[in-house]
């Protein structure tokens, strides 16, 4: 019975999805309203024509993500997104100017070429320009804009390969533009302005320091971990390994596991003394940006060393190890401290 449903999935979705680095391919296929994955800085992205409902539906369909979450669209420039708008603050032309292209995401009040499908009914629109030259070249080869997600199954970690998104998507969509590993390693920073207060949605490869400095004034952070947050990709279970993770003092979980077998992630020398069936590193030398980078793979690979839990300790909460503590603390399995 299961054999049967596993082959009624697959049918739903086979394909062959070939990973290459043809810029022409990928643009032939946009244009037909087919789904690419495309590399950007942060991590691989699923990209689809933003303009056209149908290939936007796809988007949905190969994450099996809810269409209540609504998708990031991806501009070369700044210079493209008032057409797509119907108003950008003044304060964002400030953080725009110090951190695009990169890694943060702008909420903007959309206009009606924007799909409703593409906000999930939100009257605003995230807007991400990215860094990464490939990412660059298509945008500019298109007349059009790329909504595009993490390109992951929904619910698990972001990819930061095209072999990421093969072992995720591969079956589901045609072609991986391979870019090499993502420099960042974790999603865009998404900002907001309501009520004349500026906002930290999601914590990213931005740090929440550096846009203070630039605005000068208060950053307020509500990243909230409800059944229905602002930002659903802040749902309070995600990025989650298949292996139960556990985050906390390591010296201390890894105590209360004695007599299993524990695959650890470390940061710097915070893992000293043990003796797990698998250890690995985040940054030896302890650098928040190196660890960022290494992140979703680290979970990935401690997934596949088949220990019976995953421990990990919390990183410094400063700069982007807020970002990392946050994504660790949504990979993590209820109830921490071990059961
Ligand atoms: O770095 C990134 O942001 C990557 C790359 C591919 O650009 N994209 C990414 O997309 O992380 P995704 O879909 O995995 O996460 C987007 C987050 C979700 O939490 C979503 O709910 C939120 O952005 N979001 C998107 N549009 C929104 C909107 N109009 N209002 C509020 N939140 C929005
Ligand atoms: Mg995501």
């Given at each position: 019975m299961k054999k049967k449903n596993r082959e009624a999935n697959n049918s739903n979705h086979r394909m062959k999805t070939i990973i290459g680095t043809d810029l022409e391919l990928a643009r032939q296929l946009l244009e037909a309203g087919e789904l690419v994955a495309i590399p950007t800085e942060t991590v691989y992205g699923l990209a689809a024509?933003?303009?056209?409902?149908?290939?936007?539906?796809?988007?949905?369909?190969?994450?099996?993500?809810?269409?209540?979450?609504?998708?990031?669209?991806?501009?070369?420039?700044?210079?493209?997104?008032p057409q797509y708008v119907l108003d950008i603050p003044d304060d964002f032309h400030r953080?725009?100017?110090?951190?695009?292209?990169?890694?943060?995401?702008?909420?903007?009040?959309?206009?009606?070429?924007?799909?409703?499908?593409?906000?999930a009914g939100s009257p605003k629109v995230a807007v991400r320009i990215p860094a990464h030259p490939l990412a660059q070249a298509l945008?500019?080869?298109?007349?059009?804009?790329?909504?595009?997600?993490?390109?992951?199954?929904?619910?698990?970690?972001?990819?930061?390969?095209?072999?990421?998104?093969?072992?995720?998507?591969?079956?589901?969509?045609?072609?991986?533009?391979?870019?090499?590993?993502?420099?960042?390693?974790?999603?865009?920073?998404?900002?907001?302005?309501?009520?004349?207060?500026?906002?930290?949605?999601?914590?990213?490869?931005v740090a929440?320091?550096?846009?203070?400095?630039?605005?000068?004034g208060p950053v307020f952070v509500r990243v909230g971990a409800d059944e229905h947050p602002v930002a659903p990709g802040q749902l309070k279970r995600h990025?989650?390994?298949?292996?139960?993770?556990?985050?906390?003092?390591?010296?201390?979980?890894?105590?209360?596991?004695?007599?299993?077998?524990?695959?650890?992630?470390?940061f710097g020398n915070n893992a000293e003394g043990l003796q797990p069936k698998c250890l690995l590193q985040l940054s030896g030398q302890g650098s928040l940006a190196e660890a960022?980078?290494?992140?979703?793979?680290?979970?990935?690979?401690?997934?596949?060393c088949e220990a019976s839990?995953?421990?990990?300790?919390?990183?410094?909460e400063e700069g982007l190890g807020t970002a990392i503590n946050d994504r660790l603390r949504r990979a993590a399995h209820d109830p921490l401290p071990l059961p």
């Open positions: 024509n933003a303009l056209n409902p149908d290939a936007v539906v796809k988007v949905f369909a190969a994450k099996d993500r809810p269409s209540f979450n609504p998708l990031i669209v991806h501009v070369a420039s700044w210079q493209d997104v953080l725009a100017e110090r951190f695009t292209p990169g890694a943060i995401t702008f909420l903007l009040p959309k206009n009606n070429r924007i799909p409703d499908l593409v906000t945008l500019r080869k298109l007349p059009f804009l790329l909504a595009a997600p993490s390109a992951n199954p929904f619910g698990y970690a972001s990819p930061t390969t095209a072999r990421h998104v093969l072992d995720g998507l591969g079956g589901r969509i045609p072609y991986i533009l391979d870019g090499g590993p993502c420099q960042v390693g974790l999603e865009s920073t998404i900002v907001d302005i309501a009520e004349g207060e500026f906002i930290i949605r999601r914590k990213g490869g929440v320091e550096d846009i203070a400095a630039v605005l000068g990025y989650a390994t298949r292996t139960p993770l556990f985050v906390g003092d390591l010296q201390e979980l890894a105590g209360r596991s004695a007599g299993r077998e524990i695959c650890v992630i470390a960022a980078r290494n992140l979703f793979a680290v979970l990935r690979q401690a997934d596949h839990v995953i421990l990990a300790g919390w990183v410094p």
